[in-house]
């Protein structure tokens, strides 16, 4: 299968992979909101404020997560390798949303 090999700083932190049809994804964001933000996260010690890395997917129906972090640094360094691999680590979370039931067809329907 597909996987998605993801490591910070040289040490790997999951192997993602779906073993039929499905979405693999690994986003990383920043949002800053304040004035000034890109310069206060550019010269932060300490985590970035507003950055996110999220290794997830989709497989089936369920959502599952990898890996998720804020607590990223300057100078911080992210790689994803593709790889092939019969096996991907176990992930995180994994949900089943509730569509179909009664609550979330009346939620859409407010919508």
């Known amino acids: 299968m597909l996987c998605f090999e993801v490591w910070r700083n040289g040490e790997k932190l999951t192997t993602a992979?779906?073993?039929?049809?499905?979405?693999?994804?690994v986003i990383l964001s920043?949002?800053?909101?304040?004035p000034n933000a890109s310069s206060i996260a550019a010269s932060s010690a300490e985590a970035i404020p507003g950055i996110r890395c999220q290794v997830g997917g989709i497989e089936g129906v369920n959502s599952i997560d990898w890996y998720d972090t804020d607590q990223l640094k300057i100078g911080d360094e992210l790689r994803v390798r593709l790889i092939s691999s019969d096996h991907s680590d176990p992930p995180i979370r994994s949900q089943t949303p509730p569509r179909g039931t009664r609550d979330w067809i009346g939620k859409r329907r407010l919508e």
């Open 17 to 25: 992979g779906v073993s039929e049809t499905g979405v693999l994804s």
């Open 30 to 34: 920043w949002v800053g909101k304040e």
